[in-house]
């Protein structure tokens, strides 16, 4: 009992020092200019993702400012369902005749924190928020001011966002800073959309919607500084600027504040309604090229029982998630996977690059609410393995939002789609390894 109690986090500490290892090697093969790399500012950027997750996760008096704000976004839950059911009535709060509805329980919540969002940044507290992780990254990582603020607005407002902040400075910016910039947004998620991933995780549970709350926000906090490590060893500075440049963010447009509340509603309107589309769609293609696949090779090679048999009926058979998770079930399981989930927790991983992870949130949600009988760490590390915009669909997106800000930068932005998109993913996986090997102490 005493020697497992020791080998284990032992060995959980030594697969997670091979799995970061496995990762920054995969940047350095990649990389464009190896010797170029700034090493320093490598090993400053993991130590502050450590020194995040110690902090957020582990001492008490920061710790309960993060369980502050882990509790503002359940009330923002609980107040986006008040306004819900004014709408839609017994719909969201009658969950024992009709359960947990997703287009009226999680959607509204986008609505409401888009405005939100909007009247924190008219007010200006958001750009303090944004300032002083913009502060921290670039005194610890020597980074130039408008490079610091992107990365740190990533956090909060998102890949289509947070360029807006800065607009005055992406002309000049250099491909290395463009890299930073596409990475950032492809590590993190906006906060639009991350009180609707409680509302996924937790459920009703308000437990649970504070555990997930609470970890999703270490999850997109911890990724900022680890897209500056995999964005800066991927395409590494070779015309370093004036690091002291001034860190002064583009001004609110909005009228006054119900202007800002107005235009909020609008946007988060928008977004909910992309949402909800893609779900629909999406959900509806992946079912269909799993029926399509079981039916034909699956069928035809007669190896749908014997999948079914071997996954415990975790998998149906030859499926299209099947084989995703065979896929990416070696990162999976170099994250500190335990075992018996690297196949599930692979085709989340490969739901969430192929398509997008509102779709991979969706089905760790679902597989929860089924009683999936997941190991807590395996949950917990795809929480934080999915808490980005890394996809494919994300580099279109980037393309589009940014280059219409500063058409000059569309060459670097189309060059440097697919490795911001490694970059973030390596980001969000980094993230995940480290708070897997946290959970074991």
């Not at 959607?107 to 913009?134: D, E, R, W």
């Not at 290395?176 to 409680?198: D, K, N, R």
């Not at 035809?300 to 030859?318: H, K, S």
């Amino acid at each position: 009992m005493g020697g497992d109690a020791f080998w284990e986090p032992f060995m959980a500490l030594m697969r997670a020092f091979l799995g970061m290892g496995f990762f920054l090697l995969i940047c350095y093969l990649l990389s464009v200019k190896r010797s170029a790399i700034n090493w320093r500012t490598v090993g400053s950027g993991i130590t502050l993702q450590i020194l995040l997750a110690i902090l957020i996760l582990r001492i008490p008096g920061v710790s309960v400012v993060f369980d502050g704000v882990a509790q503002f976004f359940q009330a923002v839950l609980r107040y986006s369902e008040e306004g819900a059911g004014f709408l839609f009535s017994g719909l969201v709060k009658d969950q024992k005749t009709f359960g947990y509805i997703f287009a009226f329980q999680v959607l509204p919540t986008i609505v409401f924190f888009s405005s939100l969002a909007a009247i924190l940044f008219h007010l200006g507290i958001l750009q303090k928020i944004i300032y002083g992780l913009a502060w921290l990254m670039a005194k610890t990582m020597k980074l130039s001011g408008p490079e610091s603020l992107a990365a740190a607005a990533n956090v909060f407002i998102g890949q289509t966002e947070a360029p807006l902040l800065i607009r005055p400075y992406l002309g000049h910016f250099t491909r290395s800073e463009i890299m930073c910039l596409m990475t950032g947004g492809m590590a993190t998620i906006a906060g639009g959309v991350f009180a609707a991933y409680v509302g996924f995780l937790g459920g009703s549970d308000p437990e649970q919607q504070l555990y997930f709350a609470k970890h999703l926000l270490a999850a997109s906090v911890m990724s900022a500084p680890a897209a500056i490590v995999t964005a800066k060893i991927l395409v590494p500075e070779t015309d370093p600027k004036d690091l002291e440049t001034q860190m002064k963010m583009a001004d609110a447009t909005d009228n006054n504040l119900l202007d800002a509340i107005a235009r909020g509603t609008t946007d988060g309107l928008r977004l909910a309604i992309n949402v909800g589309a893609m779900l629909l769609v999406f959900t509806a293609l992946v079912f269909m090229l799993n029926q399509i696949m079981m039916a034909f090779p699956g069928k035809w090679l007669n190896v749908n029982e014997t999948i079914q048999t071997a996954t415990n009926g975790r998998f149906e058979g030859l499926t299209f998630t099947y084989i995703l998770g065979w896929v990416f079930a070696p990162f999976a399981w170099i994250m500190g996977v335990p075992n018996q989930d690297v196949t599930i927790i692979g085709q989340l991983l490969g739901m969430k690059t192929m398509i997008n992870e509102f779709v991979a949130y969706a089905e760790l949600g679902e597989l929860r609410m089924a009683g999936i009988d997941l190991h807590p760490k395996s949950t917990l590390i795809a929480t934080y393995a999915l808490c980005g915009f890394s996809n494919f669909a994300s580099i279109g997106i980037q393309i589009g939002g940014i280059s219409a800000l500063v058409p000059g930068q569309r060459k670097n932005l189309t060059e440097l789609g697919l490795r911001a998109l490694v970059g973030g993913t390596i980001a969000c996986f980094m993230t995940a390894i480290i708070a897997g090997a946290m959970s074991e102490f």
